[in-house]
């Protein structure tokens, strides 16, 4: 009974680990069956969730969770933190994770989405749902209330890829740096992992870059990690490439960077962007505001137009699948479709089936 004289119903149960434990407070007999029997059934399937399990506010658990990523690169580490910083925590930070609901998730995508840019609003929301998925991974949640969000579109970006002679021209207006230029045009790396290339892992016999290794500055501070993919892999060269670069690594030790910078640590690519690659762009006549990363989609272009297949590719670039290669660069294999049906039809021809 309630102060009031109302009647009100309990339901004791036992939990997985068969503590004993209930919960009062239903109206109605009807309720309180009905209580007991959803709890019967998510212990028997497993789904079981302790109701104190998510009483866990969000800032609490969001340290939890970056505390326990091991593997993130730093620069996404640091990005993780900005969002939380920035949107995820002022909204939710002192909010139990148990009470975060889909209606109240999808209006704080909205008020988002009239104050910032669709690619800002889905990597805020990335954060939360990464967060909540974890919690449901962890048996503190049934469902992830961020799950199943009506996000902003975003518009695809547009990339744009440099010929081979718009590459010997940048490289040529690069000067001193060409080899930098041609490296990254020819060979996928990231600017990271060209900063961080020590003459060790340089094999020209077999005509393999070993990239092991990426340095990204993080809030002005060098940060040394693993490549993006989390994983090493063997980049192959191009025998012109290998002529050059035996000019800048014959004699050196194998601890030393292949291109430093000029007070000889790893090189940052905002200032090698002020310092002469803005320039050779503009000398060169490449597409306004044209980027070092750029030239690792043209190297996605010009391997593509060789003759690499997305298997190859992804091995190349260090896609973590070939799926995320085919969503990035598929579209340039169209180009290539007229030639699949002229050699089908060659094929066709030669054995004889149009006779």
Not at 73 to 98: E, H, M
Not at 165 to 177: H, P
């Amino acid at each position: 009974m309630t102060s009031s004289g109302q009647k009100r119903y309990r339901v004791r149960y036992r939990t997985p680990d068969h503590r004993q434990t209930d919960k009062r407070g239903f109206t109605t007999k009807k309720q309180a069956e009905a209580f007991a029997a959803t709890i019967e059934v998510a212990k028997l399937t497993g789904s079981y969730v302790a109701p104190a399990a998510g009483r866990v506010t969000v800032r609490d658990y969001a340290d939890m969770w970056l505390a326990g990523k091991a593997n993130l690169q730093p620069s996404t580490r640091a990005r993780y933190q900005s969002s939380l910083d920035a949107q995820v925590l002022p909204k939710w930070g002192d909010i139990y994770i148990s009470a975060i609901t889909h209606e109240g998730v999808q209006s704080w995508i909205g008020s988002m989405s009239d104050q910032m840019k669709p690619g800002s609003v889905r990597k805020h929301h990335t954060v939360l749902h990464q967060i909540l998925a974890t919690a449901v991974k962890s048996k503190r949640l049934v469902a992830n209330p961020a799950a199943d969000i009506d996000l902003p579109k975003q518009d695809e970006k547009q990339r744009r890829y440099l010929t081979a002679g718009q590459v010997a021209s940048l490289a040529s207006a690069a000067k001193a740096r060409a080899d930098i230029v041609y490296t990254l045009a020819y060979c996928g790396l990231r600017w990271g992992e060209l900063a961080a290339l020590r003459v060790g892992s340089v094999d020209l016999d077999r005509a393999r870059f070993y990239v092991r290794q990426s340095v990204t500055e993080v809030n002005g501070k060098l940060e040394w990690g693993a490549p993006k993919s989390g994983k090493g892999r063997d980049v192959p060269i191009p025998a012109f490439l290998v002529a050059r670069l035996k000019k800048v690594v014959d004699g050196r030790a194998p601890e030393e960077l292949v291109f430093p910078a000029g007070g000889g640590g790893p090189m940052r690519v905002r200032n090698a962007r002020r310092d002469w690659f803005s320039g050779a762009v503009k000398t060169a006549g490449c597409p306004d505001g044209f980027t070092p990363h750029e030239l690792r989609h043209t190297c996605a272009s010009l391997a593509i137009r060789a003759g690499a297949n997305i298997k190859t590719l992804q091995r190349m670039l260090g896609h973590a699948s070939a799926s995320l290669t085919l969503d990035r660069y598929g579209h340039l294999y169209e180009d290539d479709l007229g030639a699949v049906a002229d050699q089908l039809d060659k094929a066709a021809r030669d054995a004889g089936s149009c006779s």
